[in-house]
């Protein structure tokens, strides 16, 4: 069973910084594609940013220059750092894990989700 636990969220102002992290617990971390995730009040949930197994990261419109996701494959962890917020970054942030098990399953699995808030 793979699990992901998402840190780091908060409340912050324009202009200001925040690093989330993941923990994944499970699986082969070194190949898994992992990804985050947010969901703004009303709204459905889109990608942010994607890092592969060989670091090859993509990133929204939206967030391109001023978000960097990164992994750490020896902590089994992966961050979001994320600055020059403004009001539209806010929503809930969730973490993604996608590649397979030890014993060769697929698997996808989301974090419960982190709540980032930037007010003016």
């Known amino acids: 069973q793979v699990q992901l636990v998402e840190s780091g969220g908060g409340l912050v102002q324009v202009g200001e910084s925040l690093r989330l992290s993941c923990v994944v617990s499970g699986g082969i971390f070194s190949t898994s594609k992992l990804s985050w995730h947010r969901q703004a009040a009303g709204k459905g949930r889109e990608l942010v940013a994607l890092?592969?197994?060989?670091?090859?990261?993509t990133y929204s419109d939206s967030v391109k220059g001023r978000f960097t996701i990164s992994r750490d494959n020896a902590k089994k962890t992966v961050y979001l750092q994320m600055n020059s917020l403004n009001l539209d970054d806010t929503g809930v942030y969730y973490c993604r894990s996608e590649g397979y098990s030890r014993d060769w399953k697929h698997y996808d699995s989301w974090g419960q989700g982190t709540q980032v808030t930037v007010s003016s």
């Open positions: 890092i592969v197994s060989d670091h090859t990261t």
